[in-house]
């Protein structure tokens, strides 16, 4: 199975200040046909998950633009350029490039 | 709008099963997949499978594979996950999902695939 780690497990953030969360594969996610297959969710307290990026880069609809995502193969990175109080919340990455579909273990962000 | 809308919280005895529903609406029930995952208490989250509404093929994660059955049932655009034999390490949300993606008739599998949106969430405990 693919195992995806995430760091930091526990990011504080102070509102306005941009904030990043790594993914790294124990596999390559990259696609032959040159996509990277790795999403990103967010879980907000006490909601489901809710889709933030998929297939590397491309932002769900809805999603606000200071979210983005980059990084390619085994590692990847969530960039939110200035976190809001409504960012709270538990981020996962998830791969989807093989059977079983496995999650990172979750990075938790709080606002200071 | 897209919704997906699970039943309610359920409690079981170990040994016992369990049949959680996910009722879908706003788009076309057969072409989107639904997949299944589960948090534990504090937990992660930890895929289950997955079915298509349009082949009935299912995909089960190894660990599953031999207690867990994925339906769908397109006349009320509803999908269903039984659980048998439960033990208490079973107590968790499961949640239901829509699959976007290429779906491979032949594999099973959804090429490219996302989980949008996730139903709210259906608790099930499992306590003797």
């Known amino acids: 199975d693919i195992v995806l780690t995430q760091s930091p497990l526990s990011l504080p953030v102070t509102p306005g200040e941009p904030a990043s969360i790594s993914c790294r594969s124990s596999?390559?996610?990259?696609?032959?046909?040159?996509?990277?297959?790795l999403d990103w969710y967010l879980q907000k307290p006490g909601q489901s998950p809710q889709l933030l990026i998929y297939?590397?880069?491309n932002r769900a609809s809805g999603v606000p633009d200071r979210f983005s995502s980059s990084g390619s193969g085994t590692d990847f990175t969530l960039k939110i350029s200035r976190v809001e109080a409504e960012d709270v919340g538990v981020y996962y990455c998830?791969?989807?490039?093989?059977?079983?579909?496995?999650f990172g273990q979750g990075t938790r962000l709080e606002i200071k | 709008q897209v919704q997906l809308v699970q039943s309610g919280a359920e409690v079981r005895k170990p040994g016992a099963s369990v049949n959680v529903s996910c009722k879908s609406s706003?788009?076309?029930?057969?072409?989107?997949?639904f997949t299944w995952v589960r948090q534990a208490p504090g937990q992660g989250l930890e895929w289950m499978g997955w079915i298509s509404p349009y082949s009935g093929h299912t995909n089960y994660a190894q660990n599953f594979r031999d207690r867990v059955t994925m339906t769908t049932d397109t006349s009320t655009s509803r999908a269903y996950m039984e659980l048998r034999n439960l033990r208490s390490d079973d107590t968790a949300i499961y949640y239901c999902a829509r699959v976007v993606g290429n779906y491979n008739v032949l594999t099973g599998y959804y090429d490219r695939a996302r989980f949008d949106p996730w139903g709210q969430g259906t608790l099930v405990s499992v306590s003797s």
């Open positions: 998830m791969q989807v490039l093989q059977i079983p579909i496995t």
């Open positions: 297939m590397g880069s």
């Open positions: 596999q390559s996610l990259m696609h032959g046909n040159g996509y990277n297959y």
């Open positions: 706003g788009y076309i029930f057969t072409d989107y997949g």
